[in-house]
């Protein structure tokens, strides 16, 4: 499909599919071409405390089956929605967003990089070396992909790419620039998503040249500026490179093949947020309230946030682990639990205290009061209501004592001179 083709094909789907997907854009690619979504969901639009995933196609102009095997899964879920389990299973409890190409100038040129000679794969901020630092400076398709992260709270994502066939996860790069495996905190994890994608596949995990059909960037070949460890490191998205075909630019005729190849793995890569890993949502136990705390894992440094309107969280772990998990909140105790995560999905809650409460009445916690007028009288009525008569009693003893201390040094002091101070 030409970039009007695939426009064309995406307003097509959100007409024929209207009631499980919205099309909204992103931004424009250099050349002012409309970089479009799809979400798909029964409840598209709306926010809701399911996990988000999203599909990326078309990263680099002369890749383009990623573009085509979207459009596949996209009419796909329609197609089958309410007939096929797994179909059901996902848009009723995921929001699915596929951006078919995010380098649509690049496409029609036939080349890697976008209309500017840069390689969007490369336009990213990197943890290792000072580059792509002002934002100003990033391409629009760049800059894009970032504030769509800073908008939606993803939960994990994939891109698709072409000229190998493999699952690549983080690190992509090193410290040093030399080729060599360097793991990320979640690396077992990462490892678990890549082997999804690859046994689900025709023949991914058969490969030779990488064993289990799954590849560490970093021993790969090292690149820097990528998007999949950015969105790791600073959008707390589980990413993923897939590399979906051998040819870059096979035949039209090969893409329904390609798409029977990689069905199973675009599908079960998704639906693996809803069947595995430690779900939940965090609240205040002093109203009830959602918090938007954190997670982490014993032994993992890494941190998932929750979300800000539900508490909710989604952490993807490799089953048939014991985990020991920790919710925190500024403001309140933190709590930690002991889990055994088998193969399926683990709801587990947590309510906070606050650091700060007295038992007969509630202090607003340092997230609550704004240390008004209002505040201080109601902080005022607590110690003079209830408690009157006690503070009566202890004023008359502490005025006894000194009664009594006042008779006993002055039997000890005369004819002693003091001075008055």
């Not at 998704?270 to 002093?286: C, D, N, T, Y």
Request: hydrophobic share 40%; charged share 25%.
């Amino acid at each position: 499909m030409t970039n009007s083709d695939l426009e064309m094909a995406i307003k097509d789907f959100g007409r024929r599919c209207s009631n499980i997907s919205r099309i909204y854009s992103i931004g424009k690619s250099v050349n002012g071409v409309p970089l479009w979504v799809i979400e798909i969901s029964d409840k598209p639009g709306e926010e809701e405390a399911e996990p988000a995933f999203k599909y990326i196609g078309n990263v680099h102009g002369d890749e383009p089956v990623g573009r085509e095997l979207l459009m596949f899964l996209a009419n796909w879920l329609c197609d089958n929605y309410l007939k096929d389990p797994l179909a059901t299973l996902i848009v009723e409890n995921i929001h699915l967003h596929v951006l078919p190409s995010l380098n649509p100038d690049g496409f029609s040129l036939r080349k890697r990089n976008n209309v500017n000679d840069i390689d969007l794969n490369r336009d990213f901020p990197d943890q290792f070396f000072p580059i792509n630092e002002n934002e100003d400076a990033r391409q629009p398709e760049t800059r894009a992909v970032m504030n769509w992260m800073r908008e939606i709270k993803f939960t994990a994502s994939a891109t698709l790419h072409g000229g190998a066939l493999v699952a690549n996860y983080p690190w992509d790069g090193t410290q040093d620039k030399r080729t060599n495996y360097y793991g990320c905190p979640d690396d077992d994890t990462y490892r678990f998503m890549a082997s999804i994608y690859s046994q689900s596949h025709h023949n991914m995990s058969t490969s030779t040249e990488f064993p289990g059909g799954i590849t560490n960037g970093a021993a790969w070949y090292p690149i820097y500026g990528g998007m999949q460890d950015w969105n790791y490191i600073y959008a707390g998205c589980f990413e993923l490179t897939l590399e979906v075909s051998d040819d870059k630019w096979p035949k039209a005729a090969e893409l329904p093949v390609l798409w029977k190849y990689n069905k199973m793995s675009m599908l079960n890569l998704v639906a693996s947020l809803v069947k595995r890993g430690v779900h939940g949502r965090i609240f205040s136990s002093v109203d009830g309230r959602p918090l938007p705390g954190y997670i982490t894992i014993k032994g993992i440094n890494y941190t998932v946030t929750a979300g800000k309107r539900f508490g909710n969280y989604h952490r993807i772990l490799v089953p048939r682990k014991r985990y020991e998990v920790i919710a925190s909140m500024p403001g309140y105790k933190s709590k930690n639990t002991s889990i055994w995560l088998d193969e399926g999905l683990m709801t587990v809650d947590f309510i906070l205290d606050p650091e700060v409460a007295v038992k007969g009445a509630v202090l607003l916690n340092m997230y609550d009061c704004n240390c008004s007028k209002k505040c201080r009288l109601d902080f005022v009525e607590f110690l003079w209501g209830a408690h009157l008569e006690v503070y009566l009693v202890l004023i008359l003893i502490l005025g006894f004592l000194c009664f009594v201390r006042r008779r006993i040094r002055g039997n000890h002091s005369v004819g002693i001179k003091r001075t008055a101070v």
